[in-house]
Nanobody, 114 residues
Framework: VQLQASGGGLVQAGESLRLSCAAS????????MGWYRQAPGKQRELVAV???????NYGDSVKGRFTISADNAKNTVYLQMNSLKPEDTAVYYC?????????WGQGTLVTVSS
């Protein structure tokens, strides 16, 4: 399974950004996909995850502001980020899980200026 993330960039506080993660390869083995992030000097943390059944889970710091969704026809997961804050600045990693294997895409940098 290969995961290709895109959509990062520089925005101002209060603005929105949408990240995309396209999966390819043996995608039928994937049970869930999501996003983690890692800010400088901090541990990697869960942002959001969506299962193949459509269930979602969010990290406490993004609840109510971020929305994860999936387009199964395009094998792509999206992360809509609204009301961005400077503390959302981090490298965002797309991840997938299936058959006990974790997959990671390359990170995409999101920078939120105050």
């Amino acid at each position: 399974v290969q995961l290709q993330a895109s959509g990062g960039g520089l925005v101002q506080a209060g603005e929105s950004l949408r990240l995309s993660c396209a999966a390819s390869g043996n995608i039928f083995s994937i049970n869930a996909m999501g996003w983690y992030r890692q800010a400088p000097g901090k541990q990697r943390e869960l942002v959001a995850v969506i299962t193949s059944g459509g269930s979602t889970n969010y990290g406490d710091s993004v609840k109510g502001r971020f929305t994860i969704s999936a387009d199964n026809a395009k094998n792509t997961v999206y992360l809509q980020m609204n009301s961005l804050k400077p503390e959302d600045t981090a490298v965002y990693y797309c991840t997938g899980e299936g058959l006990g294997v974790d997959y990671w895409g390359q990170g995409t940098l999101v920078t939120v200026s105050s």
